[in-house]
């Protein structure tokens, strides 16, 4: 598969515990944010999202949590599986004005490994 | 089924010469969008397209040009690729930009070597 996560962070995490992945978002203005997945050899795939007036949304097994005030975002993954390794990335929607509609700003992202 | 695909998945190629990279969506979505994936960068947008005939730069437009003459079609051109484009490539997609919220459709990705 495609290597692309050579200089991510590395989030170690055993199978069946829970894990919680912290992403700082920069554009105080953003209106929505959010998870993708990305398995190795794969495209991104949309996780779940949350729009700027939300404190916390749920999905299944996945939670995604907003705190505007420090502009932190995170998704909490309960019972982790081996299926779950992989790069998570967060985004970044400002949908300020019209021409800001199509500029999807993506994070580095964080590779998660599941051990068992 | 529903998906976004690709053409090559692998390519190696030299400098100066020119290449297209094709993408093609089978889901009538208005907007699609080029990225570029290299390690530790995450993906950066290259262009973009809210429909037919209406393309816009990303953050790395440099070196790229696409275009959108059909809605299922959103090729990316590189006219004298250079080493520095050596990257993983994605196309994406979604549905109407009026209702846009950020899902994105990605494609299975090219990686092209430039040498």
């Known amino acids: 598969g495609e290597s692309v996560g050579l200089h991510l962070p590395t989030l170690s995490v055993q199978e069946g515990d829970n894990s919680i992945i912290n992403c700082a978002y920069s554009?105080?203005?953003?209106?929505?944010f959010i998870w993708y997945k990305q398995e190795s050899g794969k495209g991104p795939q949309f996780i779940i999202d949350?729009?700027?007036?939300?404190d916390k949304r749920q999905g299944q097994r996945v939670t995604v949590l907003l705190n505007k005030t420090v502009k932190h975002l995170s998704l909490q993954i309960a019972a982790t599986q081996p299926g779950d390794s992989a790069v998570y990335f967060c985004?970044?929607?400002?949908?300020?004005?019209?021409?800001?509609?199509?500029?999807?700003?993506f994070g580095a992202g964080t590779q998660v490994v599941v051990t068992p | 089924e529903a998906q976004v695909t690709q053409n090559p998945r692998y390519l190696i190629t030299v400098t100066g010469k020119k290449l297209t990279v094709t993408c093609s969506q089978n889901?009538?979505?208005?907007?699609m969008s080029w990225y570029r994936q290299d390690p530790g960068l995450g993906l950066r947008q290259i262009y973009y397209?809210?429909?037919?005939?209406?393309?816009d730069k990303g953050d790395v437009p440099e070196g790229y040009k696409v275009s959108r003459k059909e809605k299922r079609n959103f090729p990316l051109i590189l006219e004298s690729p250079s080493p520095n484009q050596t990257s993983l490539y994605f196309c994406?997609?979604?549905?109407?930009?009026?209702?846009?919220?950020?899902?994105?459709?990605f494609g299975e990705g090219s990686r092209l070597t430039v040498l």
């Open positions: 397209s809210m429909n037919v005939e209406v393309t």
């Open positions: 994406a997609s979604s549905p109407s930009p009026r209702t846009y919220t950020g899902e994105l459709f």
């Open positions: 949350i729009r700027s007036n939300m």
């Open positions: 985004a970044e929607n400002p949908l300020v004005t019209t021409d800001s509609w199509g500029k999807l700003q």
């Open positions: 889901m009538n979505h208005e907007y």
């Open positions: 554009n105080s203005a953003s209106d929505y």
